[in-house]
């Protein structure tokens, strides 16, 4: 399985020259199928997966375990470290979608729908191993649950200033169980 062999064209008209045009350049040529070309030096060893579930799993694994390095590295050093998982509009069940939400921030065709729910699950599982591991981690992804209003600003994951708000305060609830 490649990912990257799936990963859509998003064809978009832009003026030659422009930033815009040179971020949808580079933004098609990351999302090519990496070519026999490409030397070991650059790629790394070729990965094959069997399924999404494999891929997935892996990838959360590496993150959390970066994780658990990052705290290790604070805590050696006096540091306090703390790790969020950031809300996501294509997380199932975490919003009822506003009507404005549902035109801007949602797209069944986004390239970052898939991903989301393909690994959250793997995340929101390996957040669970973190926290047994002394990480402060903290699983934020259910913030929004019973808003009404819209937070979400683009079908991506960016928030709006009310969707900040909210995960600032929740984020400094947090600091305050640790810091009193």
């Not at 375990?65 to 294509?90: D, R, T």
């Amino acid at each position: 399985y490649n990912p990257l062999a799936r990963m859509p064209y998003i064809p978009r008209r832009k003026r030659r020259g422009s930033t815009a045009y040179f971020l949808e350049k580079a933004h098609n040529e990351l999302w090519q199928p990496p070519s026999e070309a490409i030397s070991y030096v650059i790629s790394g060893p070729k990965q094959q997966y069997s399924s999404h579930e494999q891929l997935y799993s892996e990838l959360a694994s590496v993150w959390k375990n970066a994780s658990v390095q990052l705290n290790h590295l604070c805590k050696s050093n006096s540091i306090f470290y703390f790790h969020f998982l950031q809300p996501n509009q294509y997380v199932d069940r975490s919003k009822v979608l506003t009507d404005e939400e549902k035109l801007k921030a949602y797209s069944a065709k986004s390239p970052y729908r898939l991903p989301v729910q393909h690994g959250y699950p793997w995340l929101k599982r390996y957040g669970q191993e973190l926290i047994q591991k002394g990480v402060h981690f903290t699983d934020l992804t259910q913030l929004f649950k019973d808003e009404k209003e819209t937070t979400y600003r683009d079908d991506c994951c960016h928030l709006n200033e009310r969707g900040m708000e909210q995960l600032g305060l929740a984020v400094g609830k947090v600091f305050q169980t640790v810091f009193p």
